[in-house]
């Protein structure tokens, strides 16, 4: 049973717009949300966090929004820029074991 | 500072044969993990180590897989008798202390099983 889900494989934004990307999720009981960024060849590195006490956190260019009622949570990058084409993926942390389990990720391309 | 070491960074192997992976984690971290990354199913947790000791093996798709943490600067993922469907990209990541969420990944081992 998938505790996290992004609905969407990829998605393609002009330079200068805004990127959303989205996550839903199945437990209200987590403590944090994660958003993690993948290159090509590399391993996955930490973008940004959110409380669940919190519904918004920014960090220059990104926020990530979270929606407690809709079980929902995303990151808006703006403007997006080429250099953020990568995979995103949200995370969740276990409950019982303290591990972190990631969505599918989505693909992000900024067409220049 | 080094990060997290992952060897081999490619591996192309025949169906049948044994594959071993290996993980350095940064020095001082005290959890390590093995993740394996397919389309299909993104980044999915295979087994977690802390203090070297196995937590959560829930994730190990079949004894065909097994892994081990010696101590803490190494650990090793094996796969006997490798098929094709192993093949997917293998990270090791390391966590310096629990109840917080940032992993540092290796740059993973791509396995090819023909």
């Known amino acids: 049973d998938q505790q996290v889900k992004q609905n969407s494989p990829s998605l393609s934004v002009q330079e200068g717009r805004i990127s959303i990307l989205n996550c839903d999720y199945t437990?209200?009981?987590?403590?944090?949300f994660l958003w993690y960024k993948k290159y090509p060849a590399e391993g996955p590195t930490f973008l940004i966090s959110?409380?669940?006490?919190?519904d918004k956190n920014e960090d220059g260019r990104f926020t990530v929004f979270l929606n407690k009622s809709a079980k929902h949570l995303s990151l808006h990058i703006v403007p997006s820029q080429p250099g953020d084409s990568a995979v995103y993926f949200c995370?969740?942390?276990?409950?019982?074991?303290?591990?972190?389990?990631f969505g599918t990720g989505t693909l992000l391309a900024v067409q220049p | 500072d080094a990060g997290v070491i992952q060897s081999p960074r490619h591996e192309v192997t025949e169906m049948g044969q044994e594959v071993t992976l290996r993980c350095k984690p940064i020095?001082?971290?005290?959890?390590l993990f093995w993740y394996r990354q397919t389309m299909m199913r993104g980044l999915e947790l295979l087994i977690y180590?802390?203090?070297?000791?196995?937590?959560?093996d829930s994730g190990m798709p079949e004894d065909r897989f097994s892994a081990k943490m010696p101590n803490a600067s190494f650990s090793t993922l094996k796969i006997q008798p490798s098929e094709p469907r192993d093949s997917a990209v293998y990270f090791c990541?390391?966590?310096?202390?629990?109840?917080?969420?940032?992993?540092?990944f290796g740059e993973g081992s791509r396995l090819t099983v023909l």
């Open positions: 990541a390391s966590r310096a202390r629990e109840n917080t969420g940032e992993l540092f």
């Open positions: 437990n209200s009981m987590f403590d944090y």
């Open positions: 959110i409380s669940s006490i919190k």
């Open positions: 995370a969740v942390p276990g409950r019982a074991t303290n591990k972190l389990i």
């Open positions: 020095s001082g971290h005290n959890s």
């Open positions: 180590f802390n203090n070297n000791v196995p937590i959560d």
